[in-house]
């Protein structure tokens, strides 16, 4: 913890030195003072907080749709010789795409509103948690299914006791991909389409020329990914090496 506090400590130093040696101009890269100074006058206004929350819940419901499509639909393709040969080459065709690439057809599709950005997110994340849980799913070790099996499993708790257990590593791969590939979409939508949120934020600051705000709404975003692997992922990871035997003593 101390280490990773003195790095960024020494981050910022080196930043607010190379500002100070005039090497760009404040305008195009501001100092972390103007930066620190805009995060405040922000969260005076309430402005960032009120951007945060929208985007939050953008982000949440998206990924929670995109992450219980993904693992039932990774399931199915690994499980199923017939849909992986056919659905399955269409995710792996899909998953090519920018985020970016869905936001003309939601905005024809649902028009300008919080659904079009939702679809988004969701394709956004969909294909990465699908294609970590198949590959989770189809790597599990035959000899686990032909034990199960013996033992008189049934089809049902075959899934529930014997798959997504022994692929709980890809599983948790694909949440984390997921999350990061969600962030992206949600950014795009909110960059592209006029609405509150983060990505409104970024783009006014670079409409206004406020690279201080630009740098504050990046900060946010790095700070919310950096929380959420630390609270949720992290603690996730952890649990599961030490179910499967590879917490370090």
Partial sequence: MLRRALFFMALIAFWEILCRLGIWEPTLFPSPWRVAQ?????LADRSLLLATGVSLRRILVGYLLAQTL?????????????????VGSLVLGLQTLPSVCWLPLALLWFGLNDRAILFVVVMGALLAVTVSVHDGVKNVPPVYLRAARTMGTGPVALYTEVLLPASLPAILTGAKLGWSFAWRSL??????????????????????????????????????????????????AARVRERWGLAHP
């Fill in 70 to 86: 993904g693992v039932v639909l990774g399931v199915l393709l690994a499980r199923l010789r017939w849909l992986e040969e056919t």
């Fill in 187 to 236: 950014m795009a939508g909110e960059l592209l389409f006029v609405s509150l949120g983060l990505g409104h934020m970024l783009m006014m600051g670079r409409e206004l020329a406020d690279m201080s705000q630009v740098v504050a709404v990046m900060l946010v975003i790095i700070l919310l990914g950096l929380l959420a692997d630390r609270a949720i992922f992290g603690v996730l």
């Fill in 38 to 42: 805009t995060l405040w006058r922000t």
